[in-house]
Nanobody
Framework: QVEVAEFGGGSVQAGGSLRLSCSFS???????VAWFRQAPGKEREGVAG???????AYADSVKDRFTLARDNEKTTFYLQMNNLTSEDAGTYYC????????????????????????WGQGTQVTVSS
């Protein structure tokens, strides 16, 4: 069982930036990672994913503002969030599973909660105007 932990949430003013981190309890090879978010009263939605080959994919709502990256050891994954708006507020969850994911589920794999077996507890992002 891989334990997933998210870090980096917090409060920021609109237009500001945050970087979220996602770490695993053990080395995991060939995984894909996705970030989901859930605002109060709304459905959880996938916003970005990075496949086992390093190819990234983003929801239209965050494209050009959010960027995914991973460290060389592939044990920590990052979500850089820039130009944040109130629409970006919510609890952000990191999820992972064995890759490749796009080949198995299509390019929108990062929106499919059932594609991921390991989840973190979430980290809160608050955006104030």
């Amino acid at each position: 069982q891989v334990e997933v932990a998210e870090f980096g949430g917090g409060s920021v003013q609109a237009g500001g930036s945050l970087r979220l981190s996602c770490s695993f309890s053990e080395y995991t090879n060939n995984v894909c990672v996705a970030w989901f978010r859930q605002a109060p009263g709304k459905e959880r939605e996938g916003v970005a994913g990075i496949d086992s080959d390093g190819v990234t994919a983003y929801a239209d709502s965050v494209k050009d503002r959010f960027t995914l990256a991973r460290d060389n050891e592939k044990t920590t994954f990052y979500l850089q969030m820039n130009n944040l708006t109130s629409e970006d507020a919510g609890t952000y969850y990191c999820a992972t599973d064995h890759g490749p994911c796009a080949a198995r589920y299509g390019r929108s794999y990062y929106t499919l909660q059932y594609a991921f077996g390991w989840w973190g507890q979430g980290t809160q992002v608050t955006v104030s105007s």
